[in-house]
C-alpha cells in the first residue's frame, strides 16, 4: 500500500470513527457503506459498554489502525474506538476498496468487543 493511500485511509477512517463517536448515522451513510443491522448492533454495543466515549487525539488512532494484506484493491482495516480518554476494545472493522490513487469505498462489516 503507498503512503498516500494509508493517508487518505486514515483520514477517512477518522471522520468515520467520529461520525460513529457522535452517533451521526445519516452522515456515515453518505459517506461509506453500512447497513441498517450494523447501525443497531453499533447502538447497542456503544450503550452496553461502560463509559462514555470520548473522542481520539488523531495521531493515537493513526497508531493504533490495523491494515490486512493489501492485493492492490482491497484490505482490511480495524481501528478501536475510545471510551473515558482511552483506548478500549470497543473496535470497527471495515473493508476498503481503491482504484489507483482513488478511495472507492469503505464498507463497515461490525462494530465488536474485539
Not at 7 to 28: G, P, V, Y
Request: glycine share 4%.
Amino acid at each position: 500500500m503507498h503512503g498516500y493511500q494509508i493517508k487518505l485511509l486514515w483520514e477517512k477512517l477518522f471522520e468515520i470513527h467520529e461520525l460513529i463517536r457522535t452517533q451521526n448515522w445519516i452522515q456515515l451513510k453518505r459517506i461509506a457503506r453500512i447497513t441498517d443491522d450494523t447501525i443497531e448492533t453499533a447502538k447497542i454495543e456503544i450503550k452496553e459498554y461502560p463509559g462514555e466515549m470520548t473522542a481520539c487525539p488523531f495521531d493515537k488512532f493513526t497508531d493504533a489502525v490495523r491494515l490486512g494484506d493489501f492485493d492492490g484493491f482491497k484490505t482490511d482495516c480495524m481501528s478501536q474506538f475510545w471510551f473515558d480518554n482511552a483506548e478500549s476494545d470497543l473496535s470497527m472493522e471495515c473493508t476498503v476498496e481503491f482504484y489507483g490513487k482513488e478511495l472507492k469505498r469503505i464498507t463497515i462489516e461490525q462494530v465488536h468487543v474485539f
